[in-house]
Structure formats: C-alpha cells, structure tokens
C-alpha cells in the first residue's frame, strides 16, 4: 500500500490538476498539505515584509475554500508552517512517508525547495501545469525559444497552437493515512477592513469566470483594458490564477466554447493574446533562470543603487507626482492595481527616481494579490531594459499618460483622498 504526500503550491484547486490526478492514480493513502515557509515571514533586504496583508489574506481565504473542496470528497487540507524542509522530515518521522506529488514551478526558489527535499532523502514527482500550452506541444525547445515575444507569439500562431485541453475535476481523493495525521497550524492574519474587490477561493473563481463571459464583458476587452478604476474593465483572472485557485488552461477553453457560440472579436483575440503573455514569461525561466533574478537581469548593467528616502516615498504614494500616488496608495489600500499603472509606476520608480528595479519588484510582490513569480519578474525586466525588450526599457511620459488615461483626474481624486475607501 503506498502513502503520499500531495503539497499543494500555486495550485490550489481541483480541477485541470495532472499532478494531483497522478497522485490520487498512484497512492491508496494521500496526505494533502500546503506549507507556510517561515522565511517569508521575514523581512526583505529593503526593510519590509516580503508577504503583505492582502496577499496573507487572499491566499487564507483561497485555503479554507480548498479545504471545504477536500472534505467534501472525504479528505482535508492540513496547514503547517515552519522551516520547510524541518516540516517535511517531521512529517516522515510521524508518518512514514517519502513520497510527494506538487506541481513543477520553475523559478530559483521554488526549484531549491524541490533539490533540498530531494537531499533529504524524498521521492519527487513534479508536473507542469500553470501555462495554457503544454511546453511539449511547443514548435522549439524552450531552452532555444525566441527571445523576443512577437517572434514567440508569430511562431505559437503559425501553428495554430490555442491552449492545451484541461482535464476533468478529480471526482475521487484516496484516504488520509490511518497510521496518523499532522496538526495544522493557519497563518495567522490580522482581521481588518476590507478594501479589495476580489474573495479568494476556487468557487469565487469560477462565479467571477462565469459571470464574466456570461455578460459579454470580454468583447469589449481590448477597448477598455487600460482603463482604472472597477471590475469590468479588464478580466481580473489574475488574483485567483496567481495561486492556482483556477486553471488558465480552463478558461482558456471557455474563451474558445465563447468563440464557437457568440463570435470571435478584437476582444477575444486580446484576452488570449495576454495569457499567452502568461506563458511567455513562464516559458522564458527555462531558457534564463537564474540570471531573471540578478540586478543586470539579461543586460549588462546593474541596476540603480537604492535610495530608501526616495523607495519610502514612492511606496507611501509621496512622491509629489499626483498620478503616481494614487496608484501607489491605491495598491497599497486594496492589494490590486490595474496593469496599466503597474507599468506606470514600475516606470517611474525606474526612471524618474532612478530607483532599484529589483526593489520595486519587491515591493509589488509584497503587496498584490495576484503576484506572480514569472509575471511580476518578467514585466520588472521588461520595464527596466535587463530584459528580453527589444527596445531596452520602457521609460513612460507620465504626464502624457494621466492625460490619455485620467483625463478628468477621477483616478486621483479617488485615491489621493485621505478618507478613500473603494
């Protein structure tokens, strides 16, 4: 009889899951958890902590809807925290177990979590599974993928790749373990006033998806993606699919089922064309690794020195520049900015305030809800020039930009008042 252990990262669903299916297929016991890595707890090199509110928030709430998930299948979600590699071999002590299935993250944290677990002595069984494409049906080998993202998206199109088809909920979860099971011990989180717009949880990911396609909102998706302020101007996917709590490859095919009955458009087009960015940014971490992650990232210089006056500044939304600071007070009264005023304030810190990109990228991972590991990294590089950007950064007109995009200063006025609330 063979007993598992199912560790549960960025994916915290049960639907469209390979490895969690190859788990339940090859264990008669499984153990699911979700660990909370006591190093990110701690502070970052730049004075705050790495995982703020909104996010510890977020990700409690998509936690106990995945617990309910489990229990209704007759199994459960056991939360630990702790140094990660003392929880797992506690866990062997306790329990005996030596084998883990988890989802396959490609980014230098999270593979040295999987070589440190296999030092010790455990068996790992990774899959990939947060891209729409399957890196298998790809036309290259991501380690000679283009640099460049047309070129990457010129290439998916020839061959008419669309996303790679998901697989059922799984229906059965083999039992817990009868030899005994582990305490849970919750992130503990600070109850406050909420701001955001987004519950986390499997089940409000998929009410939002359906409501979303059920009202059309996605044929108007190109015109009205840059806009500011609300829900409906964009897609907001991105919190839920951030820790996994839907599947891209999912609403991937919803989009497509949209198409066959309602009609393909520019805005259909445009919502793919942003998660194949998704998958860009995922894919490239095959071909670079580590060197995403250093101050010269691809580039040959390192970034700005860091100035904390100035970072203070510009997190608090201080900085003097109205536009500015309604995005930063924004982002850090609700945990969420819209991708437009992610690359303008990502430019300005960069250019205008000669800031660290790496700091920046820090502080955003810090606060969003939807923080990415590829995404947030790759947009950072992308920004700053130390990417795969052909033109080597992109610098904004700030005020060019407030005036295309907060024409008659709504935006500021929202958020650059004391007493805002959403």
């Known amino acids: 009889m063979t007993t598992a252990i199912y560790w549960f990262r960025n994916d915290l669903r049960l639907e469209d899951s390979p490895a969690l299916m190859l788990a339940c297929q090859n264990a008669d016991f499984l153990l699911p958890i979700y660990v909370h890595e006591s190093t990110l707890e701690l502070e970052t090199p730049w004075g705050f902590s790495r995982v703020g509110e909104h996010r510890k928030v977020f990700l409690q709430e998509s936690l106990q809807n995945l617990k309910v998930k489990l229990r209704r299948l007759g199994s459960d979600l056991f939360e630990l925290s702790g140094n990660f590699t003392e ?13 883990i299935y988890c989802e396959q993250i490609e980014a230098p944290e999270e593979l040295e979590q999987v070589r440190a677990l296999r030092e010790i002595g455990f068996e790992l069984h990774c899959v990939w599974q947060s891209s ?86 996605v044929d108007t998706y190109k015109q009205t993606r840059n806009q500011l302020i609300g829900m409906d101007y964009s897609s907001k996917f991105s919190p839920w699919l951030a820790n996994g709590s839907c599947s891209v490859r999912s609403i991937a095919k919803k989009l497509t089922d949209y198409e066959m009955k309602s009609g393909a458009n520019d805005g259909t087009y445009w919502l793919w064309f942003e998660l194949l960015w998704r998958d860009y940014f995922r894919f490239l971490h095959f071909k670079y690794g580590k060197r995403l992650y250093q101050s010269k990232g691809l580039s040959d210089q390192k970034s700005k020195q860091f100035d904390d006056v100035k970072f203070n500044q510009w997190t608090s939304g201080n900085t003097g520049e109205s536009f500015i600071d309604a995005g930063m007070r924004e982002l850090r009264a609700t945990g969420f900015i819209s991708n437009r005023m992610r690359q303008i304030v990502a430019s300005y810190w960069i250019y205008d305030m000669e800031g660290d990109w790496l700091a920046g990228a820090a502080w955003f991972e ?11 990294q790759g947009n950072w590089l992308y920004i700053a020039g130390k990417g795969t950007d052909p033109r080597g950064g992109r610098p904004f ?26």
């Open 87 to 99: 929880v797992f071999a506690e866990l062997r002590i306790q329990l005996g177990i030596s084998q």
């Open 132 to 217: 729409m494409l399957d890196p298998k049906s790809l036309p290259f080998e991501l380690e000679q993928m283009p640099d460049v993202f047309t070129q990457f998206r010129q290439q998916i199109e020839k061959q008419k790749l669309r996303f790679t088809n998901p697989i059922e909920v799984i229906p059965v979860i083999p039992p817990l373990p009868s030899e005994g099971r582990p305490h849970s011990s919750q992130a503990k989180t600070n109850p406050s006033p909420r701001k955001s717009l987004f519950f986390g949880g499997g089940d409000q990911a998929q009410a939002h998806i359906n409501q979303y396609f059920a009202r059309t909102l």
């Open 366 to 376: 810090s606060q969003l809800i939807d923080y990415d590991v590829y995404s947030n």
């Open 397 to 422: 007109n700030i005020a060019k930009q407030s005036k295309e995009h907060d024409p008659d200063g709504t935006y500021q006025t929202k958020w650059l008042h004391r007493d805002c609330i959403l």
